[in-house]
C-alpha cells in the first residue's frame, strides 16, 4: 500500500481501478522534401482535418461543461487560423524544404516560447494552448491516434497531465476522479473535474506501475492511496457511503433559502482557517463567511507577516467570494500555539492569558498591521473585522481609536477602503454579563460558544475526567446566549453563532426562538443546519 | 488614417476569446486596423500578434484604421471593443 500526496481541487471519494493514461508521442524527424508545394498542402490538410475536430469538440463540450468552459476550443481553432502562425509553417518549408511535421514543431515551438516569457499568468498559460494545437496537427500528419479507450469498468485516470482535448474526449461515465502530475488550480482538468463533480487532485508523483491496480482519491485530504489495505479500504468505502449521502442533500438543498416555515431567513455562513477552505465554502453555498481565522497567516511564517502580505491574503479571499460578507477576525494567538518570534512567556493558564486582543493592544504595531492590511482589502470585496476575546467596554473604546487612526491615515495616503462593519466576539462571562453595554460601541456580536462554554462552567475541555460535569447544553450558557441576543437587538446591531454550538441541529429550533440572525458553521455542516432551520417554526 | 484610444475593462484584458473575436470581426474589413500598447503593435486580424502584446485590465491602447472605407470601419471597431473589452 502506497499512500502520496496532492493538492485538492475538488473533495470527495473515489474508489476504483487505476488506469495510467500515456500520450501517445509524436517523433519528429527534420527531413528533406523535394516538393514545397505538395508538402504546404499536407499541412494545410492536416491543418483544416484539425479545425474539423477542434469544431467537434466545441460542440461536445458545450453540452458536458458549457459554453464558457467550451471555448477553449473554438479558441484553438481560431489560433490555427491565425496568418502569423500559418506564414511562419509555410516559410519553414519552402525555405529549408523540411518536411511539414518538423516546420509546424518549430512554429509551435517559437511561439510557445514567446508566450512563456510573459509577465501576466494568463498569457503564460497560452503556451500550453500553443503546445495542444501543434500536437494536434503534427498528430494528423503522422497519422496518430490518440488511444482514449478506457475499457468497460469505470477508472480513477492517472497521468503527467491532461490537455483539453483529452478530457472532453473521454467517456465521462468511465471517469471516477483524475490524479495528475503536473496542473493547476485554474487548468482545464481541474474546470472539468469541478464541473463533472468528481474528486481530483494535482502534484501527485505518479507512476507507471500503478496501472490496474486499485486505487482510493481522498479529495478532502489530498491524498492517493495505491492498493489499500483491506482495514483502510473498508473505512474508504465505509467514508464514501458518507460522503454519497451529504451529496444527495447537497442537491436537495443547495439554492435553496435558509428560511424557517414561518418564514424568517437566517444567514447561513461558513468558518475557514485558510484560503484553501474556500473551495469547500463555495461547494457548500455558504452565504458568506462568519468567521475567517486570520491566524494562519502567523503560524505559516517565522516573522511577522507584512502588511502586504496580509494584504494579498485578504484581498484574495474577499475577491473570490465575490459580494457575499467575510467577516475576518483579527489575530487569536496565546502561549498556547508556536509562534517563537512572537516571544511570548510561557503561562500556567493560557487560556485566562495574555493572548488574542490582549497582544493587540499592548503591541499596536502589529494591531496596526493587521488592520491597515484590512481596511486595505475591504475595497475590493465585501469585508467586516471581528475582535476576539473582549471582557470590557473599555477594551473596545481603545479598539475604535487605533482603527479610526488607520482608515485616517489611509484616507490621507489617497488609499480607498471599504464600508467595513466592526464587531466583538462574545466569548468570555464578563462580555456576556455586559452585553447590553457593549451592543452601543459595536457592529455586532458573533457569539464564541466554545470558550465561552469552557469560562462559564470552569471546565477544561482537554480534560476527560471532567466530561460527566460537562454539558454542551448547560441552562447557564443558553440563558447566557438568549441574553446576548437580546441585548444586541435593544441596541439594534445583529447577533450570531461562530461557535461549534452553531451547528448542533438539536439547538437550531431554540436559537431560532431566540431570534438569532445568522449561525456560522464548518462548511460541511451548512446544509445539515439549511435543513433544520427548514425544518423549523 | 483614423485613430481612437481605449482603455481595457475587462478582467482579463485581450485574452484568448475577444482577441479571437477581434481578429474575426477586424478580417471582415479591407482596412489595416492596427493596435498599439505602449511601444507594441499588432495587426488586428493577427492573433497571436494580439495576444502577443499581452494587454491586461487597465492598459490604454491606441487602435488606429488605415484603408478605403477608415471612417465606418473604425466605428464599427470602436465599438466593438466598447461592447467586448
Given at each position: 500500500?502506497?499512500?502520496?500526496?496532492?493538492?485538492?481541487?475538488?473533495?470527495?471519494?473515489?474508489i476504483?481501478?487505476?488506469?495510467?493514461?500515456?500520450?501517445?508521442?509524436?517523433?519528429?524527424?527534420?527531413?528533406?522534401?523535394?516538393?514545397?508545394?505538395?508538402?504546404?498542402?499536407?499541412?494545410?490538410?492536416?491543418?483544416?482535418?484539425?479545425?474539423?475536430?477542434?469544431?467537434?469538440?466545441?460542440?461536445?463540450?458545450?453540452?458536458?461543461?458549457?459554453?464558457?468552459?467550451?471555448?477553449?476550443?473554438?479558441?484553438?481553432?481560431?489560433?490555427?487560423?491565425?496568418?502569423?502562425?500559418?506564414?511562419?509553417?509555410?516559410?519553414?518549408?519552402?525555405?529549408?524544404?523540411?518536411n511539414?511535421e518538423?516546420?509546424?514543431?518549430?512554429?509551435?515551438?517559437?511561439?510557445?516560447?514567446?508566450?512563456?516569457?510573459?509577465n501576466?499568468?494568463?498569457?503564460?498559460?497560452?503556451?500550453?494552448?500553443?503546445?495542444?494545437?501543434?500536437?494536434?496537427?503534427?498528430?494528423?500528419?503522422?497519422?496518430?491516434?490518440?488511444?482514449n479507450?478506457?475499457?468497460?469498468?469505470?477508472?480513477?485516470?492517472?497521468?503527467?497531465?491532461?490537455?483539453?482535448?483529452?478530457?472532453?474526449?473521454?467517456?465521462?461515465?468511465?471517469?471516477?476522479?483524475?490524479?495528475?502530475k503536473?496542473?493547476?488550480?485554474?487548468?482545464?482538468?481541474?474546470?472539468?473535474?469541478?464541473?463533472m463533480?468528481?474528486?481530483?487532485?494535482?502534484?501527485?508523483?505518479?507512476?507507471?506501475?500503478?496501472?490496474?491496480?486499485?486505487?482510493?482519491?481522498?479529495?478532502?485530504?489530498?491524498?492517493?492511496?495505491?492498493?489499500?489495505?483491506?482495514?483502510?479500504?473498508?473505512?474508504?468505502?465505509?467514508?464514501?457511503?458518507?460522503?454519497?449521502?451529504?451529496?444527495?442533500?447537497?442537491?436537495?438543498?443547495?439554492?435553496?433559502?435558509?428560511?424557517?416555515?414561518?418564514?424568517?431567513?437566517?444567514?447561513?455562513?461558513?468558518?475557514?482557517?485558510?484560503?484553501?477552505?474556500?473551495v469547500?465554502?463555495?461547494?457548500?453555498?455558504?452565504?458568506?463567511?462568519?468567521?475567517?481565522?486570520?491566524?494562519?497567516?502567523?503560524?505559516?511564517?517565522?516573522?511577522?507577516?507584512?502588511?502586504?502580505?496580509?494584504?494579498?491574503?485578504?484581498?484574495?479571499?474577499?475577491?473570490?467570494?465575490?459580494g457575499?460578507?467575510?467577516?475576518?477576525?483579527?489575530?487569536?494567538?496565546g502561549?498556547?500555539?508556536?509562534?517563537?518570534?512572537?516571544?511570548l512567556?510561557?503561562e500556567?493558564?493560557?487560556?485566562?492569558?495574555?493572548?488574542?486582543?490582549?497582544?493587540?493592544?499592548?503591541?499596536?504595531?502589529?494591531?496596526k498591521?493587521?488592520?491597515?492590511?484590512?481596511?486595505?482589502?475591504?475595497?475590493?470585496?465585501?469585508?467586516?473585522?471581528?475582535?476576539?476575546?473582549?471582557?470590557?467596554?473599555?477594551?473596545?473604546?481603545?479598539?475604535?481609536?487605533?482603527?479610526?487612526?488607520?482608515?485616517?491615515?489611509?484616507?490621507?495616503?489617497?488609499?480607498k477602503?471599504?464600508?467595513?462593519?466592526?464587531?466583538?466576539?462574545?466569548?468570555?462571562?464578563?462580555?456576556?454579563?455586559?452585553?447590553?453595554?457593549?451592543?452601543?460601541?459595536?457592529?455586532?456580536?458573533?457569539?464564541?460558544?466554545?470558550?465561552?462554554?469552557?469560562?462559564?462552567?470552569?471546565?477544561?475541555?482537554?480534560?476527560?475526567?471532567?466530561?460527566?460535569?460537562?454539558?454542551?447544553?448547560?441552562?447557564?450558557?443558553?440563558?447566557a446566549?438568549?441574553?446576548?441576543?437580546?441585548?444586541?437587538?435593544?441596541?439594534?446591531?445583529?447577533?450570531?453563532?461562530?461557535?461549534?454550538?452553531?451547528?448542533?441541529?438539536?439547538?437550531?429550533?431554540?436559537?431560532?426562538?431566540?431570534?438569532?440572525?445568522?449561525?456560522s458553521?464548518?462548511?460541511?455542516?451548512?446544509?445539515?443546519?439549511?435543513k433544520?432551520?427548514?425544518?423549523?417554526? | 488614417?483614423?485613430?481612437?484610444?481605449?482603455?481595457?475593462?475587462?478582467?482579463?484584458?485581450?485574452?484568448?476569446?475577444?482577441?479571437?473575436e477581434?481578429?474575426?470581426?477586424?478580417?471582415?474589413?479591407?482596412?489595416?486596423?492596427?493596435?498599439?500598447?505602449?511601444?507594441?503593435s499588432?495587426?488586428?486580424?493577427?492573433?497571436?500578434?494580439?495576444?502577443?502584446?499581452c494587454?491586461?485590465?487597465?492598459?490604454?491602447?491606441?487602435?488606429?484604421?488605415?484603408?478605403?472605407?477608415?471612417a465606418?470601419?473604425?466605428?464599427?471597431?470602436?465599438?466593438?471593443?466598447?461592447?467586448?473589452?
Amino acid at each position: 500500500m502506497e499512500t502520496k500526496i496532492g493538492k485538492k481541487i475538488f473533495s470527495g471519494i473515489a474508489i476504483g481501478k487505476i488506469q495510467f493514461y500515456k500520450k501517445s508521442e509524436n517523433v519528429i524527424a527534420r527531413t528533406k522534401i523535394s516538393d514545397v508545394d505538395e508538402e504546404i498542402n499536407r499541412y494545410e490538410d492536416a491543418k483544416k482535418t484539425a479545425i474539423e475536430q477542434l469544431n467537434d469538440l466545441y460542440e461536445k463540450a458545450v453540452v458536458e461543461v458549457g459554453e464558457a468552459n467550451a471555448d477553449i476550443f473554438s479558441v484553438h481553432a481560431m489560433m490555427l487560423e491565425d496568418d502569423d502562425y500559418n506564414e511562419s509553417v509555410h516559410n519553414i518549408i519552402s525555405t529549408q524544404q523540411v518536411n511539414a511535421e518538423y516546420a509546424a514543431a518549430k512554429t509551435g515551438d517559437n511561439f510557445a516560447e514567446i508566450f512563456s516569457n510573459m509577465n501576466d499568468d494568463y498569457f503564460k498559460a497560452r503556451a500550453i494552448d500553443i503546445k495542444d494545437i501543434t500536437n494536434r496537427v503534427i498528430s494528423i500528419l503522422c497519422g496518430n491516434t490518440q488511444d482514449n479507450e478506457i475499457g468497460d469498468d469505470p477508472v480513477i485516470l492517472v497521468a503527467d497531465d491532461l490537455t483539453p482535448s483529452e478530457t472532453v474526449q473521454m467517456d465521462k461515465s468511465k471517469l471516477l476522479a483524475f490524479v495528475t502530475k503536473y496542473g493547476s488550480a485554474n487548468s482545464h482538468t481541474a474546470i472539468l473535474a469541478r464541473t463533472m463533480g468528481i474528486p481530483a487532485l494535482i502534484g501527485v508523483d505518479i507512476d507507471e506501475e500503478w496501472n490496474g491496480k486499485i486505487g482510493v482519491v481522498d479529495g478532502y485530504e489530498g491524498q492517493f492511496v495505491v492498493d489499500p489495505d483491506i482495514t483502510v479500504l473498508e473505512q474508504f468505502f465505509k467514508r464514501k457511503a458518507a460522503d454519497d449521502e451529504q451529496k444527495k442533500l447537497l442537491q436537495n438543498l443547495k439554492g435553496k433559502e435558509n428560511i424557517t416555515k414561518s418564514g424568517r431567513k437566517i444567514n447561513l455562513f461558513a468558518n475557514i482557517g485558510n484560503p484553501g477552505d474556500l473551495v469547500s465554502v463555495m461547494e457548500n453555498d455558504a452565504g458568506g463567511i462568519g468567521l475567517f481565522r486570520s491566524e494562519f497567516l502567523y503560524l505559516e511564517s517565522d516573522h511577522y507577516p507584512t502588511e502586504e502580505e496580509q494584504f494579498q491574503a485578504y484581498k484574495k479571499v474577499v475577491e473570490t467570494m465575490g459580494g457575499r460578507k467575510v467577516i475576518i477576525r483579527t489575530l487569536d494567538i496565546g502561549a498556547d500555539k508556536q509562534v517563537d518570534y512572537f516571544k511570548l512567556d510561557k503561562e500556567e493558564n493560557p487560556a485566562l492569558g495574555y493572548r488574542a486582543i490582549r497582544i493587540c493592544l499592548t503591541r499596536p504595531e502589529i494591531f496596526k498591521t493587521q488592520l491597515r492590511a484590512l481596511f486595505r482589502a475591504s475595497a475590493y470585496g465585501n469585508l467586516a473585522i471581528m475582535y476576539p476575546m473582549i471582557i470590557s467596554v473599555d477594551e473596545v473604546v481603545k479598539i475604535k481609536e487605533i482603527s479610526k487612526q488607520v482608515k485616517d491615515e489611509l484616507t490621507k495616503e489617497g488609499i480607498k477602503i471599504g464600508n467595513v462593519e466592526e464587531g466583538i466576539m462574545i466569548e468570555t462571562p464578563a462580555a456576556a454579563l455586559m452585553s447590553d453595554e457593549l451592543a452601543k460601541h459595536v457592529d455586532f456580536f458573533s457569539i464564541g460558544t466554545n470558550d465561552l462554554t469552557q469560562y462559564t462552567l470552569a471546565i477544561d475541555r482537554q480534560n476527560a475526567k471532567l466530561d460527566c460535569f460537562y454539558d454542551a447544553h448547560h441552562p447557564a450558557l443558553l440563558r447566557a446566549i438568549k441574553m446576548i441576543i437580546e441585548n444586541a437587538h435593544k441596541a439594534g446591531i445583529w447577533a450570531g453563532i461562530c461557535g461549534e454550538l452553531g451547528a448542533d441541529t438539536s439547538l437550531t429550533q431554540s436559537f431560532i426562538d431566540m431570534g438569532i440572525d445568522e449561525l456560522s458553521v464548518s462548511p460541511g455542516c451548512i446544509l445539515t443546519v439549511r435543513k433544520a432551520i427548514r425544518e423549523a417554526e | 488614417m483614423k485613430t481612437f484610444e481605449y482603455t481595457i475593462t475587462d478582467p482579463v484584458g485581450i485574452h484568448a476569446r475577444p482577441a479571437g473575436e477581434l481578429a474575426k470581426e477586424a478580417k471582415k474589413y479591407e482596412d489595416t486596423i492596427t493596435v498599439t500598447k505602449g511601444d507594441k503593435s499588432a495587426e488586428a486580424k493577427r492573433l497571436m500578434s494580439l495576444l502577443g502584446l499581452c494587454v491586461v485590465k487597465g492598459d490604454t491602447v491606441t487602435v488606429s484604421v488605415e484603408g478605403a472605407n477608415e471612417a465606418s470601419t473604425v466605428v464599427a471597431i470602436e465599438k466593438f471593443f466598447k461592447e467586448n473589452l
